[in-house]
């Protein structure tokens, strides 16, 4: 069967008989599981070319149904000569037992075209599964280079594939503003575009001098929500401040520190790194960010993301100590120092956000001067952010650097197209803990504070699909498994079962058309 990610309880019937899925399997859905049932007609029925008819008997077939009597996100699955049971606690469970269903179909159901008939053999078996944790994410940087709409359409079907349910999309950078915004055009008329790009991070010098660029309109972002909504996926957006912000700055100028630089010359970012030139925190920037989240929360409703990320990583302060403006604004807050500016700006959003219901989320740097009070934390420079804010009763999503950074390499060997970061193997991903012992042992007060955790994808030498599919995958799938199965600790798991099973995922990978690392090297292009 190979299942990935491995499911809690799989009992295989000695005596059961496979269940044969063809052209005359029709396929059924009690209330809440609709939306399942059309996914799973879409899938199978391209995959298979066969229709799935709605038969409300549909004994011999595939029946779905929502039973609050188990957890969120929980399903059951039977499978055996008579038919195909699913049951969920929610429309999301039916949805990850949905996602086993085609697994069980094998690597032709990844398909978009019959190749081999149209029928496919499931083995006899009964499954219970539940998640280990309810924030398991994947972060796309769209901002240093853009991904069309349909490239993040896709990513969510692989996401959903793999039972992740959080794609965080950064959208803004010093390199490019991805998101329209209706009151601020010049965001994306003059932000989204740059005149060129520097190829590769520390080790190339390469510039390609081609224009760069590219933005999501809100009928777009719209479409992406719904999509993944669809896909029980809960999309976070991240609008980077007050560093990262120089696609802004170019666009808007006074945006910046006027005082200490020229702000109307400053371009769109085509180099990496942290950067100097950061938001000022005026009344101006406080009052133009409030009407670009007010279209943000519009366009990413309460239900499809509490959360809004605000970014505040990697934030240099020379700027603000050298402007008159922000010093005075420092002495008429009565703040200590710039560390505490920085903190009052994010914790103005903080409020400004709780006061609209939804939750403020940003990188760990919001712990330095102090952190406001409902905020969350992505802890990226390793885990002491994310021990630090869970000791002080805030949630947390573990994503550190050292673990799950995708943009970093897979292999120490010469012939790896990115050579940046720490090695990290599909095998490292698959020992990745996000409860650290430091946490565990204070217990479940603060284990519980871990709301989950996420692989980040950061783009800067990620110009194609390709080379995102190649630094994502297999790495994604051993991901998928440490966030939903109940994995023992780092040192006991089994990564030979986890590999060997990795054979039957890839072909199903394969079926999908992504380009992951082969286990043997790198791709020739
Ligand atoms: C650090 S992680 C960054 C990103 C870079 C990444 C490269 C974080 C909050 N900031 O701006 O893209 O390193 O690995």
Redesign the pocket.
């Given at each position: 069967m190979d299942l990935i990610p491995a499911p809690r309880v799989v009992r295989t019937a000695l005596s059961g008989e496979d269940f044969v899925l063809g052209p005359d399997t029709p396929l059924h859905a009690g209330p809440g599981a609709e939306g399942v049932a059309r996914w799973l007609r879409g899938v199978l029925g391209a995959a298979f070319g066969i229709a799935l008819p709605d038969r409300a008997d549909a004994s011999g077939g595939i029946t779905l149904r929502v039973d609050p009597g188990l957890d969120a996100e929980a399903y059951r699955l039977q499978v055996g000569a008579d038919g195909v049971e699913i049951t969920g606690g929610d429309p999301a469970g039916v949805f990850w037992g949905a996602q086993t269903l085609r697994q069980l179909a094998g690597e032709r159901a990844f398909r978009r075209a019959p190749v081999g008939g149209h029928e496919a053999r499931l083995p006899a078996v009964a499954i219970e599964d539940a998640p280990r944790f309810g924030w398991r994410g994947f972060m796309l940087?769209v901002a240093?280079h853009f991904m069309p709409k349909d490239v993040v359409l896709r990513y969510l079907d692989l996401l959903a594939a793999h039972k992740l349910n959080v794609l965080h999309l950064h959208l803004t950078?010093d390199q490019g503003w991805r998101i329209e915004i209706k009151r601020h055009p010049r965001l994306t008329e003059v932000g989204s575009w740059r005149t060129g790009t520097k190829v590769g991070l520390r080790e190339s010098t390469r510039f390609d001098d081609r224009p760069h660029g590219g933005y999501y309109t809100q009928d777009d972002i719209r479409e992406i929500v719904a999509y993944a909504a669809e896909r029980h996926i809960r999309v976070v957006p991240e609008i980077d401040i007050p560093g990262?912000s120089q696609a802004a700055i170019a666009a808007y100028p006074e945006l910046g520190n006027t005082d200490v630089i020229d702000t109307t010359t400053l371009p769109v970012l085509t180099t990496?790194g942290v950067n100097s030139n950061v938001l000022a925190p005026t009344d101006t920037t406080l009052r133009f960010y409030e009407g670009v989240l007010e279209e943000v929360l519009d366009l990413f409703p309460a239900d499809v993301s509490p959360f809004v990320h605000i970014?505040g990583?990697?934030c240099p302060k020379e700027q603000w100590r050298d402007s008159k403006t922000v010093q005075a604004r420092i002495e008429e807050l009565g703040l200590r120092d710039e560390d505490a500016l920085q903190s009052w700006f994010i914790g103005h959003f903080d409020r400004w956000l709780a006061d609209r219901g939804r939750r403020l989320i940003g990188?760990d740097e919001i712990l330095e001067g102090g952190l406001a009070p409902g905020a969350a934390v992505s802890s990226?420079r390793g885990y002491a952010g994310g021990i630090a804010a869970a000791r002080a009763g805030h949630d947390v999503v573990m994503c550190p650097?050292q673990h799950v950074?995708f943009?970093?390499r897979q292999d120490g060997g010469p012939d790896e197209p990115v050579p940046i970061?720490w090695v990290r193997a599909q095998e490292d991903v698959y020992r990745f803990e996000p409860v650290p012992a430091q946490l565990a042992e204070e217990g479940p007060r603060l284990t519980s504070r871990v709301l989950g955790a996420q692989a980040?994808l950061?783009t800067?030498v990620l110009d194609t699909v390709r080379a995102v599919d190649y630094q994502t995958f297999p790495r994604l799938a051993a991901f998928a498994e440490v966030v939903w199965s109940d994995l023992p600790a780092p040192a006991l798991r089994d990564h030979d079962g986890f590999a060997a099973r990795m054979a039957a995922h890839r072909a199903r990978l394969d079926a999908l058309g992504v380009e992951y690392r082969p286990p043997g090297g790198p791709h020739p292009w």
């Open positions: 940087d240093r950078d990262h990496w970014g990583d990697e990188w990226w650097e950074y943009d970093h970061g980040n950061w800067e």
